[in-house]
């Protein structure tokens, strides 16, 4: 129980109990006596399956780490349950890693197979250590932004509902980063992994003009728009927009309630792969875009799930041992991807903005 | 309460992986405004719409950040989500937490929220997924309360143009290849600059992310304005039993470890595993994949990366390398430094919305490495310049002039 | 004749390498105007500095082009280099020539030039260097004069915004590697497009260089508006025989081959080699390295790459894959054709000054495409789109839309 | 002796006689027999020796190709004397390459020794095939160009000079592919070579605004700046330079006579590397900029041959076999070539234009 318990706070005791500028409590107290002790003493690891790895320190010294999948958005009360599980296997120590699974640590081997059996009953999914797939990072979607081409929750389950394998026993190459973000801001960092789904736009945003001179300041609207498409309307007080030079990015819409982005028929999800964040073998790689559009359908979006699905599984029949996603398509070459994965090759795959003069083909060599 | 028919979300309880929609229903039994959440989600399934209004200018006395401001744009329908903000709470370095903080924190999010949170954001923040305006100060004195011992006392976390809540990868904590203390850093970092963290005051966002090695498992060089990633400098130790050991285990080192080495600096005989150190770029894939077998050694530090931000305006960047080697200690003078040294530079040169990656784009590296006093080195780039315009200062000239004033004395060319 | 000291200059007729400043003292020895012109340039020399002046617009009647308009910012120190034009003379395909036709050339050079000439420009075209504005009407008639054989009989080259004057390398003229006729491609485009050629009436100028293979032996992809590649599509056929050859001669197969192979598609077991040539992406290394063992087979052709230019001013671009394969066969009507299409696109959508690649860039290659008739395929590009924004049409969100209709008929996704 | 001899035609003449729109002669006209005979059926080649190879035709005919190099730049009685050996040995035929040099075409194996006993003899430079260096492909510089920002011939004679060696005998990993542009409009394609010397203007332009508006368009020259440096000044009727902006490329000044972009002491030498433009095992490559500023200095620009030499022995040292220098320095690293040539890095070689993004390392991996 919490340290108020059920009572709330009265205005007057907030104000004289607050501080602002505290910053967040020192990690140091929610440290696991083990990894205290150790810190940063460690030896080696060894992922034992896929949801267990132990580190053993130069101490001689073993934590135990259980990862669980989680759909990030959690209850209090899922909070609680969790609670009472580290309580009872983990001396009350936990973490979040940073793709939003819990990872249960526990100094005791004997505790390991209670854990991860109380773990299995509950229901829990157990997984994405090692050259698997892990949680799918994304933002809010429907269930919280204003912005959102699609909802992000929901396509997340549907997608890992499917690959749950890869999550929990099958190997791939080497790792496997999903994610989505519900719109081209990309709070999900999804232009580097190795196979995400974003939502887009894909209508000319309607400008109410009434409103837009009254709540919007005209020259941060122009400003915002990457391709120059907007332009003053100074007998509306207002802006317009070349429809011929918008690609739907949103950002006129994010500085200016006034204009109207979404459009229920129109919206859809775009399938970009290939990315990879880290520098090991190759650079930092971009997701690149291969599915420009798919429409939405909630509640579970069939033809995207099948979509990553496909790529996924000619991923885990072709590539090399080690290679990621887009180091495989790097190599291969991606005329070869598009021929192998049987997907279509549109005009939107050819890069008109800032990549261009980088991305298209420089050199007569290239494989039929 | 009221009780929504939920057919489309009811697909979404079906399935394996963890299911959101048993989250939202779970705080939904007991919480009106998580009630009206599902109901307007269920809504928007139909529909294939988001409703929420932009967010207003809301949050707590004295800050200017850390509160999303939330209005449902279907009041009339779902009244308890009306106004639904999120508050981010600055979670702690590595998301280490003990059930007494995480209960704690479920209280104060039941109480005043909706029972539900994300665990985490994007950034890094645990987030309260949707409370009314009146509610925000009652939360965060209940987060900050002056009475609480200190470990249970949290702060908010950052939004807006301002600097963004760090975050780091586990590192020390546990994790052998970490080349600093991450969680320090990050910690250390986020309490230096708690004023550019709750009041914007910069031209538009700007994220740290740590990470002890180029692992880099949270994705800082694609997440954040400022990359820090561990690196080091020495040569890679190798234990040739393990090397043996790995091989027994069925690793075929030559494909394996050998062919994908991006330098080609590694050699296997059979018998012996040889690593060319000079030639390393210390990518970490021998040492991840063989981990038994090789670590690295030597003076540990960081490389600083500049410049990531998402694709809107003008397409996304990736951070690029503008110190190669920085010892990365308690209390991290050297790094607060820069980052102050880097924000002036952005603050004096950029319009607001503008990221620092963009300013750099703008303004060219001279201008900002000038500014934060670094000279320029190859590590900083893939490939020097490709067109043969430049500009030059007057003092370049006089300085490559009276070079060669002196190469006439000495007969011996400088370039 | 005036005799100028060139203490400067003469030191480059010292060294091994032929000296230019020899073949204008041979030209001096008897031209005015190539006395003046060393003169001029020992002045250069000694100041650092060019004393031309920016062309005016000379040329011949009936043509835009063909000559560059070149007058002395010193005319009073050398009158004989007031005016001095050059006059570009489109070669003959390959550079071929006869020794009957190089001294028809000569004298015409000596007679109201200068007596120097250029072999060639950068483009392709033999250059009389320096002559002035009423011989170029004598040069021009004695050039393409009616009265002499047609073997003599020259025209201009290009210049100013108009079709320059096409190049190639020397092709199936001795070269086994060939894909297709380059000189002959050369020589038809050249006279197709008389007109485009000597009347500027681009908004810039536009190039065409044809290589026979991926050795560009011309530099096309980097020299020219629109580079036309040779290649095949077939397998590489091997003589194994020959392959030990080439060993015995020294060559370390797996190193200088296999090993090279961008595409990874060779081996060599020390027996026998082996092409997977399905992955195979021709690029002729292996061809050209081991040329009496490998050799091309099957259907012949030409990659088409459209863009390059020199930096100024958005910066350099190097051809981009157009058309991945068109046969190149007499009379190259295909060919033609698509040179009429791109113009036209080209001429709509331009601004003076901006070559065809740089418009491609401001307009995006779907216009381009669309105009030409081309659809697209991945071979158009190394790699697919970075950032999440891009345009539809109408059309295009409505095909999508049907698809999906068909798909949920048929219960198969088409992606 | 020409058509019509020493008689120069008058002007009714010329006005008969002339005939637009006719091109060039056919190639066909100029072939030696032999090459015709076998055009397109060509076998197979040998390189003999530096200067020389032979083709075998299907038919088994074979022609000699004797290789000789120039200085471009040639006098008419030059032309004539390569004639009278032509004829004596080549049956009257004759090309020149893509990189202006002279071929000798020999189809009687019996010529090809006294032909090139003769052009030793006087003082023909034969060599340049396989991996050496060939001629330097350069522009008019001061001997023909208003925007010279150094001479051509003059850098490409002292250079060409100090790597004789590497022409007419020893080998290079590969071959190695020297130009020269004499300002960056850069007529010599120097973008793509492996070593290349690019002329640069270094000084804000001065405008001649009493010219200016005269004799120039405004919006042109406003629109030919690259960087935006040029605005209006309505006041003088003519344009002013933003002296922070302006990269001294010259392009106004090539649009616009009153602008003057030439200055004795400033302008200078630039060095870039590593470009090619084949793509024989990697694509194309841009030449790249190693060293950013050296003065000029007639009649032999020693510090520019002495770079350029130093980065031949550099990579012919270190590169493998058939590596051209922008293969083995993208293979070693540019941080590493700045380091083994000792070469200066500065800030000119850090991009700030069109490719800044592509070539800042975005990757945590590099080398001391
Ligand atoms: C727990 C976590 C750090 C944290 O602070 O939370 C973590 C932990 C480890 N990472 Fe990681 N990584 C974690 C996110 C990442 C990320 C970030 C991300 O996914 O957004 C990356 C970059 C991904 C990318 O490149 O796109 C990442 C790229 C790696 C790699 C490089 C893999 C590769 O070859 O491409 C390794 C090395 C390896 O696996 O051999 C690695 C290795 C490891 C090791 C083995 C490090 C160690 O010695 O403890 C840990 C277990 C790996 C495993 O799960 O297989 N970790 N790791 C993160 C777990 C996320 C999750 O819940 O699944
Ligand atoms: C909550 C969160 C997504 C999530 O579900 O986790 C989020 C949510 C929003 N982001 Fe974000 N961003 C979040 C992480 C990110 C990230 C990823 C990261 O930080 O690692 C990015 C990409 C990296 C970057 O910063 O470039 C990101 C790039 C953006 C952008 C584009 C910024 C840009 O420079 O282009 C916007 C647009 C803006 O700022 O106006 C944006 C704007 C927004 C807003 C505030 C939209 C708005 O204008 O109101 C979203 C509020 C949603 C809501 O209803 O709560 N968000 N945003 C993440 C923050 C949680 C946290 O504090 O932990
Ligand atoms: C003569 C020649 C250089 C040489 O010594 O060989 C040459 C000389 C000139 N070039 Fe060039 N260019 C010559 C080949 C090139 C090439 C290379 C090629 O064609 O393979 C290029 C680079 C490729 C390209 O086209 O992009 C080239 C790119 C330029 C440019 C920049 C064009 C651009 O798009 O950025 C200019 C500037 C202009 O057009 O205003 C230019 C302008 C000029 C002018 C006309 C300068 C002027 O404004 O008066 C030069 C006249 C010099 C003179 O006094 O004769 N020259 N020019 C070449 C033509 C000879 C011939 O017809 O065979
Ligand atoms: C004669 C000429 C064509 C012409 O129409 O004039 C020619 C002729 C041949 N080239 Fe070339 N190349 C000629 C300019 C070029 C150019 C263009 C240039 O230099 O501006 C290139 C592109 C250079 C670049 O990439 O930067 C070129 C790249 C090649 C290559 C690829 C070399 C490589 O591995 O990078 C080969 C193949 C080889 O050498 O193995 C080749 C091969 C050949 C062969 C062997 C082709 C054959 O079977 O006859 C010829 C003799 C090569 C030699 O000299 O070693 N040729 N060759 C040109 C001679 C120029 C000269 O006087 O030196
Ligand atoms: S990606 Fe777009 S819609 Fe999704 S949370 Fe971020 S800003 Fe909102
Ligand atoms: S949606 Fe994006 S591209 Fe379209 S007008 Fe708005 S800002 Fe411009
Ligand atoms: S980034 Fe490196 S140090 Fe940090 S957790 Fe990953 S592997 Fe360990
Ligand atoms: S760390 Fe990377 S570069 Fe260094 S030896 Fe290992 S694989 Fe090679
Ligand atoms: S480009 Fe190819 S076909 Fe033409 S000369 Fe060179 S090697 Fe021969
Ligand atoms: S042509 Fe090039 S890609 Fe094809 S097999 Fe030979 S080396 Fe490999
Ligand atoms: S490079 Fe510049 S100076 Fe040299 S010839 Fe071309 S336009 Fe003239
Ligand atoms: S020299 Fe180039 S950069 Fe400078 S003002 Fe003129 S056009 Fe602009």
Redesign the pocket.
């Known amino acids: 129980m919490g340290f108020y318990g059920d009572r709330k706070l009265t205005a007057e005791e907030a104000k004289r109990l607050r501080e602002t500028d505290i910053g967040p409590p020192h990690y140091s107290n929610f440290l696991h006596p083990v990894i205290k002790k150790n810190y940063g003493k460690w030896k080696e690891h060894e992922i034992l399956s896929p949801g267990v790895m132990v580190h053993t320190a130069e101490s001689g010294d073993k934590i135990w780490s259980v990862r669980v999948q989680t759909c990030?958005l959690i209850a209090t009360d899922t909070v609680r349950e969790v609670c009472d599980i580290v309580d009872k296997y983990c001396g009350g120590y936990v973490r979040w890693t940073s793709r939003n699974n819990i990872e249960f640590l526990v100094s005791d081997e004997k505790n390991l197979e209670p854990l991860q059996k109380e773990l299995k009953e509950k229901g829990y999914m157990i997984g994405g250590m090692g050259p698997r797939i892990s949680n799918m990072?994304?933002?809010?979607?429907w269930?919280?932004?204003?912005?959102?081409a699609t909802d992000?929750s929901g396509i997340v389950k549907a997608v890992m509902d499917e690959v749950a394998d890869y999550i929990t026993t099958k190997e791939l190459p080497a790792k496997l980063r999903l994610a989505l973000?519900?719109?081209p801001?990309?709070?999900?960092?999804v232009?580097c992994s190795d196979i995400a789904v974003v939502a887009i736009h894909t209508k000319v945003p309607p400008v109410d003009h009434d409103r837009l001179g009254k709540i919007c300041e005209i020259p941060t609207v122009i400003a915002s728009c990457p391709t120059k498409a907007i332009s003053p309307d100074p007998a509306k007080k207002s802006v317009k927009i070349k429809d011929e030079r918008c690609m739907y990015c949103g950002?006129c819409f994010?500085?200016c309630p006034a204009i109207d982005i979404k459009d229920p028929y129109r919206d859809g999800l775009a399938i970009v792969i290939g990315g990879k964040v880290n520098c090991l073998r190759t650079p930092t790689k971009f997701s690149r875009l291969v599915i420009p559009y798919i429409s939405n359908e909630p509640p579970r979006w069939p033809k995207v799930v099948a979509a990553v699905k496909h790529i996924i599984e000619l991923y885990a029949k072709n590539a090399r041992k080690h290679e990621r996603l887009g180091e495989w398509i790097d190599r291969i070459g991606w005329e070869r991807f598009f021929k192998l994965s049987g997907i279509e090759f549109t005009y939107q795959a050819i890069d008109d903005f800032t990549f261009m003069r980088e991305t298209l083909r420089n050199q007569s060599t290239f494989k039929w | 309460m009221k009780k929504y028919e939920t057919p489309l979300l009811d697909e979404l309880e079906k399935g394996p992986f963890p299911s959101f929609v048993k989250e939202i229903k779970k705080a939904a039994a007991k919480n009106e405004m998580a009630n009206d959440e599902l109901g307007q989600l269920e809504y928007s399934f139909k529909t294939k719409r988001g409703y929420?209004k932009?967010?207003g200018i809301v949050g707590v006395l004295g800050y200017g950040g850390g509160v999303?401001?939330?209005y449902s744009d279907l009041p009339h329908m779902f009244p308890n989500v009306e106004f639904f903000h999120?508050v981010?709470v600055n979670?702690p370095s590595g998301w280490f937490y003990t059930t007494e903080v995480l209960r704690e924190l479920a209280d104060i999010c039941d109480k005043y929220g909706s029972g539900i949170m994300?665990m985490?954001?994007?950034?890094?923040?645990?987030?309260f997924?949707g409370t009314t305006t009146e509610n925000l100060e009652l939360i965060f004195a209940e987060l900050t309360s002056k009475e609480k011992p200190a470990h249970l006392r949290f702060d908010l976390?950052?939004?807006?143009?301002a600097m963004?809540?760090p975050?780091c990868c586990v590192g020390q904590a546990r994790c052998e290849w970490a080349n600093y203390d991450t969680m320090e850093a990050c910690h250390q970092i986020t309490q230096e600059f708690q004023d550019e963290l709750h009041r914007p005051a910069f031209n538009?966002?700007f994220?740290f992310?740590f990470a002890g090695c180029a692992c880099d498992c949270c994705?800082s060089i694609?997440?954040?304005?400022c990359s820090v990633i561990g690196t080091w400098k020495g040569p890679i130790l190798i234990d040739q039993d393990a090397v043996k050991w790995h091989e027994k285990k069925g690793m075929d080192i030559s494909r394996e470890i050998v062919k994908m080495c991006p330098t080609e600096c590694i050699s296997y005989d059979g018998k012996e595993l040889k690593i060319n150190n000079d030639e390393c770029n210390r990518c970490m894939h021998c040492i991840s994949k063989m981990h038994h077998a090789l670590k690295p050694s030597g003076e540990r530090g960081a490389t600083i990366c500049i410049g990531?931000?998402?694709?809107?305006?003008i397409g996304?960047i990736i951070s690029h390398v503008i110190i190669p080697f920085m010892k990365m200690e308690p209390p991290f003078t050297e790094f607060k430094e820069l980052a102050r040294k880097m924000w002036d530079w952005w603050d004096e040169n950029s319009h607001p919305?503008e990221?620092i990656g963009?300013v750099i784009e703008f303004k060219g590296m001279r201008s900002f490495l000038e500014a934060i006093g670094v000279e320029p080195i190859p590590q900083m780039i893939k490939e020097p310049r490709r067109d043969p315009f430049f500009f030059f200062t007057e003092g370049d000239i006089e300085r490559f002039k009276k070079r060669e004033e002196e190469e006439k004395k000495t007969g011996k060319f400088i370039f």
């Open positions: 990030r990072v994304h933002t809010q979607g269930v919280h932004c204003h912005g959102a992000a973000a519900c719109c801001n990309m709070c999900g960092a232009h950002n994010t500085v | 929420w932009h967010g999303i401001g939330r999120t981010r979670q994300n985490h954001g994007s950034t890094g923040d645990l987030v997924l976390g950052g939004s807006g143009s963004r809540t975050s538009y966002k994220k992310k994705a694609a997440r954040s304005d990531n931000k998402a694709p809107i305006v996304t919305r990221r963009e």
